[in-house]
């Protein structure tokens, strides 16, 4: 199953640095459930990723250093396909 979505990345919390984790506000997820693990990509890079949601409303991706690095910078616009 593969949902399209138009995120804007963020830095993700503390709590969350280094543990391959996305976080995306729940309306966005459409029908992945929480905690699964997707393939997050943008061109030709992609990272599996656990899917978690969050209350702050919005089009935006929470993602770490290190998988913002491989995919995308802060603060840019993207149309990801969430493939679970």
């Known amino acids: 199953m593969t949902h399209t979505v138009?995120?804007?990345v963020q830095r993700t919390g503390r709590i969350?640095?280094?543990r391959d984790r996305?976080?995306?506000p729940e309306a966005q997820l459409g029908s992945i459930r929480e905690g699964r693990i997707c393939k997050v990509s943008v061109g030709p890079?992609?990272?599996l990723l656990e899917i978690r949601n969050f209350s702050k409303p919005g089009a935006i991706i929470?993602?770490?250093a290190r998988t913002r690095d491989l995919l995308e910078?802060?603060?840019k616009?993207?149309?990801l396909p969430l493939a679970a």
Do not use: G, W
């Open 6 to 8: 138009e995120l804007q």
């Open 16 to 18: 969350n640095v280094f």
């Open 22 to 24: 996305a976080r995306i």
């Open 45 to 47: 890079k992609s990272a």
């Open 62 to 64: 929470r993602l770490d």
């Open 73 to 75: 910078p802060l603060n």
């Open 77 to 79: 616009s993207l149309e």
